[in-house]
T-cell receptor, first 109, second 115 residues
Framework: GQNIDQPTEMTATEGAIVQINCTYQTSGFNGLFWYQQHAGEAPTFLSY??LDGLEEKGRFSSFLSRSKGYSYLLLKELQMKDSASYLCAVLDSNYQLIWGAGTKLIIKP | ETGVTQTPRHLVMGMTNKKSLKCEQH?????MYWYKQSAKKPLELMFVYNFKEQTENNSVPSRFSPECPNSSHLFLHLHTLQPEDSALYLC??????????????FGPGTRLTVL
């Protein structure tokens, strides 16, 4: 079967750095997405990786290793507004998105 | 504002009621999706429409009936639901439903409670 694993919940301190991991086993791979979802709101796109390596976008970076079936989302200089759920999703061989259950990130002052 | 709107935002219904959820996208996309989001579970893809044609139906019970009259509008008709159907129902759109890069834009969702 297809599976996406990510931690259920993480806690970090304002101003710090946090890394949210995602591992996947899917039938084929056509890219990996990270989305952010604040409570009661729509998921919004953060990043897309299809090649190995690190993609940096401001305070957020996303890393991919296809051989290890592994990705992480790195958030720097954490702000209170970064408290949200972070969803990892993989595009499989049929171009269907397979979603993880999300990681709830709690930022403390 | 994401360009994808959903109404109503909240809905409470009895098991014998019939109701409909509406989604509208203003992004010029050709694909639209219905997802179910339950607490602490992955997003569950329910239906996909590409150029108004249904391309996916992931074993969804017949008490959920989608309708896509045009590329901008998507409905989910609900009939004789069960309490376990209570969840957040998200609509999304993308340029199309195939291809290697296919960012989906989500609406804010409808919080459905079935009594």
């Amino acid at each position: 079967g297809q599976n996406i694993d990510q931690p259920t919940e993480m806690t970090a301190t304002e101003g710090a750095i946090v890394q949210i991991n995602c591992t996947y086993q899917t039938s084929g791979f056509n890219g990996l997405f990270w989305y952010q979802q604040h409570a009661g709101e729509a998921p919004t796109f953060l990043s897309y990786n299809v090649l190995d390596g690190l993609e940096e976008k401001g305070r957020f970076s996303s890393f991919l290793s296809r051989s290890k079936g592994y990705s992480y989302l790195l958030l720097k200089e954490l702000q209170m507004k970064d408290s949200a759920s972070y969803l990892c999703a993989v595009l499989d061989s049929n171009y269907q998105l397979i979603w993880g259950a999300g990681t709830k990130l709690i930022i403390k002052p | 504002e994401t360009g994808v709107t959903q109404t109503p935002r909240h809905l409470v219904m009895g098991m014998t009621n019939k109701k409909s959820l509406k989604c509208e996208q203003h992004l010029g996309h050709n694909a639209m999706y219905w997802y179910k989001q339950s607490a602490k579970k992955p997003l569950e893809l329910m239906f996909v429409y590409n150029f108004k044609e249904q391309t996916e139906n992931n074993s969804v019970p017949s008490r959920f009936s989608p309708e896509c009259p045009n590329s901008s509008h998507l409905f989910l008709h609900l009939h004789t639901l069960q309490p376990e159907d209570s969840a957040l129902y998200l609509c999304a759109s993308s340029q199309d439903s195939s291809g290697a890069y296919n960012e989906q834009f989500f609406g804010p969702g409808t919080r459905l409670t079935v009594l």
